[in-house]
């Protein structure tokens, strides 16, 4: 299978199955396109047609190319990679390598659109003791097998409203890494409201990334990230992330934010986040209920996409100008990527990576805590639900049998599962509106890539 598109004056054409990236003139770009459904005169005839200027020899040059490339699995490459789908999984069955630790059932904050709902996940407020933090690290080293890097996310509602806990965890990991032979990497997410000195000290010192949520424009972060009075956060926020990403010089961080219903041109928001002075952004699309007054709709989509062309070409604005900046839905590797497990078997939800609540039960993922249906078991127990655990190991991205046509599927490998999950019921439906904003970023992406590689 290939994709073809034109985008900031490229012919780009993907072949999918064997991951290249060709970049082509338009009487390949058009030859490509007829290649594999017509004969090589049928071909020759329909662009010498068309090209009436252009030479019998060169058109013949062209073809024979174009036909070297798929000799060598360049190009019409065969799809290899279903055979092995489900069993790929099943060589790491049992092994956990990252745990989302709901450190606070409780937020500082009331926004109108958290998944989450305010920080409750639907249930009681708490916060997660050291008691169960400590089990929990215990139940990740015991559970995943020889690995030696183990991944722990500090996540909420608002962490840093249990930040005595928070630090006493990482702390005990440290103190057990060698013995184990582990190493802990530890992440952050925070609204900000709680940061101080010595947040920003523990985490440039403990942390290999914090995420820190701004969603742009005063106006519109204010819009829905506010207070239970109804106060907007912005302003007491921006200082306090200005401080902590200086302190972090060039350490992982991403400044992260949403765009809904009410900002469909976040690019806006991107641009106000550089104007802060901060370069490492992520801007994702909300994902909440049906009909909810935050969601996206058909009439954003054209909108959206837009966006994503124009960020694209402001990325390239920017390279040139000696000011790049990062977003995390462009990071993409045209040399190398994600192996071939993980662009087949996704992102591992309720097999490697599952997330903790405040009492120590396990779900599959964040977006899952809190629908009884998907509890896992418990840090003490392990994994007791095995039907439900059942349905992550089958989920990958043959699975879900709209993606077997799809190009994009290596890239984003069957995509969300509590995505979804929200939009069709199923752990390996589609959420379709994401799709589509999904292939619009990867052939963003992948143009600014073959633009920075040719270093123009």
Known sequence: MIHRYKQGGYNIVLDVCSGGVHVVDDIAYDMIGLFQDHSREEVLSQIGQ?????????????YDQIQSLKDQGKLFAPDTFQA????????????????????????????????????NYHGERALMSFEVGKQA??????????????????????PLMNFQVVKDLVAYARSIEKEKGKNFRFT??????LVDDEVIDFADR????????????????????????????????????????????????????????ANPDFLKDIQHMLDL??????MEPVVCAAGDPSELTEEDLPIVLEQYEKLADLMIQRDREGKPFTFYHYMIDLTGGPCVYKRISGCGS???????????????????????KFKLG??????????????????????????RDCWARLYCSGGCAANAYHATGSVTGVYEYGCKLFRKRMECAIMVAVHRALGN
């Open 50 to 62: 068309s090209r009436p200027r252009v030479s019998r020899r060169e058109l013949e040059e062209c």
């Open 84 to 119: 092995m789908a489900g069993t790929l999984k099943q060589k790491t069955a049992g092994v956990v390598k990252a745990l989302c630790l709901h450190i606070a059932h409780s937020c500082n904050l009331n926004c109108a659109y958290c998944f989450a709902s305010q920080g």
């Open 137 to 158: 690290l215990d139940f990740l080293v015991a559970n995943s097998g020889t690995r030696r890097n183990l991944e722990v996310d500090f996540f909420g509602g608002e």
């Open 188 to 193: 952050l997410t925070t609204n900000g409201v």
């Open 206 to 261: 403990e942390c290999c990334n914090v995420v820190l949520s701004l969603d742009g424009r005063k106006e519109i972060h204010d819009r829905f990230r506010v207070d239970y009075a109804g106060n907007g956060s912005y302003d007491k926020i921006v200082p306090k992330f200005q401080k902590f990403v200086q302190a972090r010089g060039g350490k992982s961080h991403y400044m992260r934010g949403t765009f809904t219903h």
């Open 277 to 282: 002075g901060f370069t490492e952004l992520s």
């Open 350 to 372: 309720g097999t490697e990576y599952m997330a903790v609540t405040p009492w120590g039960d396990l779900y599959p993922c964040h977006q899952f805590v809190g629908d009884e």
């Open 378 to 403: 418990d840090i003490w127990h392990g994994v007791t639900n095995t039907q439900a655990q059942a349905q992550f190991a089958a989920c990958n991205v043959y699975a879900h049998p709209e993606c």
